[in-house]
């Protein structure tokens, strides 16, 4: 993630508001981790359990595996698949590096498309893609909004390919009624500033596959049915601590409360700024889409004058990406043609957005941008 330049010491209107938004909830928080410490629950008790039942209610699935994060989400998704040496997966490349090295670390090649303009793969863009090497595709939902997910699934059906949904950025959005990580498997982050966030790293997968789940739930603690004993895979340590799970657990109940908050936030900066010369807010939701506003992501030709006229102002901001992540020379991921990535990479801005943003500092966000001159 790139930082803002010059910052200032304390910011008028910060990106995100970690003390707050632990104080608002801070004697749950607080029980719910003493808890874990005096009953000695730290490692594969009934907090992890507890929280991987309510994160699956939630989501609309069977199952959820707690993880250690979202990349071993990604990786484990991958593996139960049987994604291998010689098999290509298609996804894109404006996202995290980590959704791309999941697929590396398998020993599969990822094939990499180009996105739409609401940031997320341009599903046109598979059939040129597809090999007969193909094995999975990888959509990203990003910003809190969901691929097309109705030819996603067709397409992979048609050419029986596995999917493993990217939804680390995507928790409580919806595409057609269905939340993301329902349709395939999906792969969830709690990362601190993620709109559901842990006290540290922290990730899921979730699935209706019961061998997929059980692939996931081996392979987290090295293999070993912790019941038996018994090993069946040369696994990895991955497992979520019951720690993180419990204080996941309890954000869980007031999570739904927060997607409405953020998507009111993100009216009032739709509201502002549409209109607004040379700044291309995002498309808006509606029909299949219901968006969760992971974060509220704007277009500027002038990106990088604006991001130090609203640093200048007070105002926090973050950018992803500003290098197309094949420019990192040592992922060797060669030189594709991604013409509407690589100006994403030069445009996009992600405003202050969080369960604890006002309105208030919203609408400072927006009288700022609207005074900016190029």
Known sequence: MNKAPCH??????????????????K??????????????????????FDFEKNLAAYVGTKYAVGLASGYHALLFGLMAAKVGPGDEVITVAHTFAASVSAIVHTGATPVLID????????????????????????????????CDMDAVMAFATKHRLAVIEDSCQALGARFDGKMGGAFATGCFSFYPFKSLGGF?????????????????????????????????????????????????????????????????????????????PGVH??????????????????????RD???????????????????????????NLGRPDLPVTEALC????????????????????VERIRDFKA
């Not at 992501?297 to 002038?302: G, L």
């Open 8 to 25: 200032p010491a304390v910011y008028r209107v910060p990106f995100v508001k970690p003390k707050e938004h632990y104080q608002a909830i």
């Open 346 to 365: 030069r445009e996009v801005l992600s405003l202050p957005l969080s369960a604890e943003t006002t309105s208030e500092e919203a609408s400072i966000v």
């Open 27 to 48: 004697s749950e928080i607080d029980a719910a981790l003493l808890g874990c410490l005096e009953n000695g629950d730290l490692i594969h008790r009934k907090q992890l």
């Open 305 to 331: 004058a604006l991001r130090a006229h609203l640093t200048a102002s007070g105002i926090e901001t973050l950018i992803s990406w500003a290098k197309p992540l094949w420019e990192h020379a040592s992922l």
């Open 115 to 146: 996105v739409r303009g609401d940031y997320n793969m341009d599903v046109r863009r598979l059939e040129a893609a597809r090999t007969n090497r193909t094995k999975a595709i990888m959509p990203v939902h990003l910003n809190g909004r969901l």
């Open 281 to 302: 807010i995002p498309q808006r939701d509606g029909g299949e889409h219901r968006d969760a506003f992971q974060n509220y992501v704007i277009r500027s030709a002038n």
């Open 200 to 276: 540290g790293d922290g990730g899921a997968l979730t699935t209706n596959d019961p061998e997929v789940a059980r692939f996931a739930t081996l392979m987290r603690y090295n293999g070993e049915d912790r019941q038996t004993g018994e090993f069946f895979y040369h696994g990895h340590t991955a497992l979520l601590d019951n720690i993180q799970a419990a204080v996941l657990d309890v954000k869980l109940r007031y999570f739904p409360g927060w997607v409405e908050h953020r998507r009111a936030i993100a009216a009032i900066y739709s509201k502002g700024l549409a209109g607004v």
